[in-house]
């Protein structure tokens, strides 16, 4: 079967930027790709967007077809469309992007796709495509939100030390933050509970727990704000 | 002629939500649709990616070749992909936004187009396809960007006073904002420098001339704020 168009379209695709934090790292989730073109070349999990189907659905589907991943909560980060970047023909992609904690979601390799996994940002193979691209647009998005936004919430277990909070803030903007300075702006924002808890089985002084203050966060995530470090 | 593929795609088109302020208003330019579906309806100016056309482009001649616009700074927005967003088949469109000097842009109908013309955001017609949503998703970009970025470098004189740049301020955001208010936090921004100069020709006492600084401005659009009014 094939399908006759009166006038020659661009073909359409949707490209998943997964990053996953674990107490290391700040990871991207990665294919191998199964098929020509870069055969066996690591890339975006993503595919063609079928007629009929909504783009959102179609980024959620390519990701669960290749990676078995699910339940990610997948925002649109941008589309590309310069005319040669698929050697195939004119493909136009639109990306999306999500933080995951890693550790819940452990890849599986299925259609189009030979393999599944995390890379760390700081060591990637060579992408397929533009994906280098998407995946840089993707960090500097990533980056955005963490000025502008409360970030953590599905990422911290949900009585955390201000010292974890600082490290997740430190993985994703890649640099080390100045504690004193970090723990007063964090204290200002205002979307932290102190609890009357402090860590247990640690081999120093047990720190204090916090939780997110769950209306102050999400009136903040409406509201906006700059954290500046 | 006619294109066959192997596979069923989506059509592509790209939209333009242009913004013009003048003295008195927030505008957006619309095109009135001289063909079906929603022929005579009033519509985002836009159309067909071409194969092998990068879609920024895309979005450029289509705002040129309906309006006559041209030299305007167009940001991508955000891709609509609802199945049935168009009547006719599946057709996905990828937004674009720019906010000009209306009084430096006034349209002219051409291609596909009976006429196009600036609409008050206040006054607006039913617009064809989804074009209301994408207008509403430019208009919250809008807004959100005003908090974060400076703005008003091409929409201002190069010397303006502070009365004017409230206007522009108030205009976007569609709200009254408090004059000392708004002083004393636009002058913390670093971003305005005060002139020898006063206005001429005006009734009342002559308001102190201001312009942009540029170099703390570029530096500002880099680095954001939070600008809370």
Same mark, same amino acid.
């Given at each position: 079967?094939? %399908?006759? #168009?009166? #006038?020659?379209?661009?073909?359409?695709?949707?490209?998943?930027?997964?990053?996953?934090?674990? *107490?290391? !790292?700040?990871?991207?989730?990665?294919?191998?790709?199964?098929?020509?073109? %870069?055969?066996?070349?690591?890339?975006? +999990?993503?595919?063609?967007?079928?007629?009929?189907?909504? &783009?959102?659905?179609?980024?959620?589907r390519e990701?669960?077809? =290749?990676?078995?991943?699910?339940?990610?909560?997948?925002?649109?980060? %941008?589309?590309f469309g310069? +005319?040669?970047?698929? +050697?195939?023909?004119?493909?136009?992609? &639109?990306?999306?992007?999500?933080?995951?904690?890693?550790?819940?979601?452990?890849?599986?390799?299925?259609?189009?796709?030979?393999?599944?996994?995390?890379?760390?940002? *700081?060591?990637? +193979?060579?992408? @397929?495509?533009?994906?280098?691209?998407?995946? =840089?647009? @993707?960090?500097?998005?990533?980056?955005?939100?963490?000025? #502008?936004?409360? &970030?953590?919430? =599905?990422?911290?277990?949900?009585?955390?030390?201000?010292?974890?909070?600082?490290?997740?803030?430190?993985?994703?903007? *890649? =640099?080390?933050?100045?504690?004193?300075?970090?723990?007063?702006?964090?204290?200002?924002?205002?979307?932290?509970?102190?609890?009357?808890?402090?860590?247990? !089985?640690? @081999?120093?002084?047990?720190?204090?727990? %916090?939780?997110? *203050?769950?209306?102050?966060?999400?009136?903040?995530?409406?509201?906006?704000?700059?954290?500046?470090?």
């Amino acid at each position: 079967m094939s %399908y006759t #168009y009166e #006038y020659a379209r661009p073909a359409l695709t949707t490209d998943c930027v997964v990053f996953g934090l674990d *107490d290391e !790292d700040l990871k991207v989730l990665l294919i191998q790709r199964d098929i020509p073109p %870069y055969e066996a070349r690591w890339a975006l +999990p993503g595919g063609f967007v079928r007629v009929g189907e909504d &783009i959102d659905e179609s980024a959620r589907r390519e990701l669960r077809e =290749e990676t078995s991943l699910k339940n990610v909560f997948l925002e649109q980060l %941008y589309s590309f469309g310069h +005319p040669r970047r698929d +050697p195939r023909e004119h493909v136009v992609t &639109i990306a999306y992007y999500a933080l995951v904690n890693l550790l819940e979601h452990q890849p599986r390799a299925d259609t189009d796709a030979r393999k599944a996994a995390w890379f760390p940002l *700081d060591d990637l +193979p060579t992408l @397929a495509f533009d994906h280098g691209k998407i995946l =840089e647009t @993707a960090r500097e998005r990533l980056r955005g939100k963490l000025r #502008y936004e409360p &970030i953590g919430f =599905e990422l911290l277990p949900e009585k955390f030390t201000l010292t974890e909070l600082q490290k997740l803030y430190e993985r994703i903007l *890649d =640099e080390e933050i100045d504690k004193r300075n970090f723990r007063k702006k964090v204290k200002k924002l205002g979307i932290l509970e102190e609890t009357e808890e402090v860590q247990s !089985d640690v @081999a120093h002084r047990a720190a204090r727990l %916090y939780r997110f *203050d769950q209306k102050q966060y999400k009136a903040l995530l409406k509201k906006g704000f700059n954290f500046e470090l």
